[in-house]
T-cell receptor, first 113, second 114 residues
């Protein structure tokens, strides 16, 4: 257990509304990641962070923004949710001083109607 | 960039039979390789990893994988599966230097039949 929690665990929202997902870690790891999981696509990286206020884009960043004001929290925001953003979102951290060995949170299932 | 191909989207196998889940990767640079397992309604759990050294890597729950650089493969094996191994398995790759983002395959759903 890498001490990662995600909130909410489930959310249903309407198209056009803003949504923020939260990832919280208890062990002060430097690197944090947001992925989305969709059938037939596996997991795809949305954004990642390598420190407080230091973030970068991943493979599928369009329509998403992130913020990290504290080491322990990494927020993912959908400014105006669309049906194509219906997905399961996973947060991950890297441990052991490396950026390659990642551990995942339990996920947030988001449905945009 | 790196990419991963998991050749089988679904693999049914009888309990106590052996299983192999196939993974091929593509990269112009040296890589690290991983297998993750996802049980229903849960997050991903690291099963095993290849970083360097012996090409045969042992992981949790009796799984092992073999890195084959010439064939750019990293197949996952278990000699005797249990019902509890029913899950989705993901192969992932990252480059050894520079940006270390993980690239995942599309997953293989292993179903163990009693």
């Amino acid at each position: 257990d890498a001490g990662i929690t995600q909130s909410p665990r489930h959310k249903v929202t309407e198209t056009g509304t803003p949504v923020t997902l939260r990832c919280h870690q208890t062990e002060n790891h430097r690197y944090m990641y947001w992925y989305r999981q969709d059938p037939g696509h596996g997991l795809r990286l949305i954004h990642y962070s390598y420190g407080v206020k230091d973030t970068d884009k991943g493979e599928v960043s369009d329509g998403y923004s992130v913020s990290r004001s504290k080491t322990e929290d990494f927020l993912l925001t959908l400014e105006s949710a669309t049906s194509s953003q219906t997905s399961v979102y996973f947060c991950a951290i890297s441990v052991g001083g490396s950026t390659y060995e990642q551990y995942f949170g339990p996920g947030t299932r988001l449905t945009v109607t | 960039a790196q990419s991963v191909t998991q050749l089988d989207s679904q693999v049914p196998v009888f309990e106590e039979a052996p299983v192999e889940l196939r993974c091929n990767y593509s990269s112009s640079v040296s890589v690290y390789l991983f297998w993750y397992v996802q049980y229903p309604n849960q997050g991903l759990q690291l099963l095993l990893k290849y970083l360097s050294g012996s090409t045969l890597v042992k992981g949790i729950n009796g799984f092992e994988a073999e890195f084959n650089k010439s064939q750019t493969s990293f197949h996952l094996r278990k000699p005797s599966v249990h019902i509890s191994d029913t899950a989705e398995y993901f192969c992932a790759v990252t480059r050894q230097t520079g940006a270390n983002n993980l690239f995942f395959g599309t997953g293989t759903r292993l179903t163990v039949i009693p």
